[in-house]
């Protein structure tokens, strides 16, 4: 257990739907981010938040994904309409800071679309 | 733009032998370098990583990697593999001045008894 929580573990929608996934990080953990991991590939990065601010943003994420992190605490990611190809493993992870730091992965939720 | 080759996408070994897992990276700026473990159906878990410090780096659970800035290289060793190790390991490049982490495709470790 990193700290790292992430829920749901596992999530079944149908095409069209709008799902939200949630993370906690370690709570003096100012950096959180998000990643999406398809079968057999390393994760990608979807988006960053530095407190409460979202610095970057991948050109991965488009229009129907959005990422908040209200209180620099607790993090969201909506996928709005939903297609199959948004099927993957959404990992978030999140450290205090400085680049050369660890990055703590949470366990990730795992979506499928039908 | 940084990025990262894992080269063979399946590596079998037998217990207590060596274990070799490559990894090249690219990048124009100094690489901060990592290796990560996932077990199936769980997050990423740090193994090592390169910071600019010493180029012989030790991690959890007996791997070592070594930098070689000649080579681009950032390889994973085990001098004796267990059945624990069987996992899908991944390394990962980021620069200093770049938020962005970049991961390889990831080498599935199979260990045979």
């Known amino acids: 257990d990193t700290g790292v929580s992430q829920n749901p573990r596992h999530k079944i929608t149908k095409r069209g739907q709008n799902v939200t996934f949630r993370c906690d990080p370690i709570s003096e953990h100012n950096r959180l981010y998000w990643y999406r991991q398809t079968l057999g590939q390393g994760p990608e990065f979807l988006t960053y938040f530095q407190n409460e601010a979202q610095l970057e943003k991948s050109r991965l994420l488009s229009d129907r994904f959005s990422a908040e992190r209200p209180k620099g605490s607790f993090s969201t990611l909506e996928i709005q309409r939903t297609e199959q190809g948004d099927s993957a493993m959404y990992l978030c992870?999140?450290?205090?800071?400085?680049?050369?730091?660890?990055?703590?992965f949470g366990p990730g939720t795992r979506l499928t679309v039908l | 733009a940084q990025s990262v080759t894992q080269l063979g996408s399946h590596v079998s070994v037998s217990e207590g032998a060596l274990v070799l897992l490559r990894c090249n990276y690219s990048?124009?700026?100094?690489?901060?370098l990592f290796w990560y473990v996932q077990y199936p159906n769980q997050g990423l878990q740090l193994l090592l990583k390169y910071t600019s410090a010493a180029t012989l780096v030790k991690g959890i659970n007996g791997f070592e990697a070594e930098f070689k800035k000649s080579e681009t290289s950032f390889h994973l060793t085990k001098p004796s593999a267990h059945m624990s190790d069987a996992a899908e390991y991944f390394c990962a490049v980021r620069s200093y001045n770049n938020n962005d982490m970049r991961f390889g495709a990831g080498t599935r470790l199979t260990v045979k008894p």
């Open positions: 990048s124009s700026v100094p690489p901060y």
């Open positions: 992870a999140s450290h205090r800071g400085g680049l050369a730091d660890t990055q703590y």
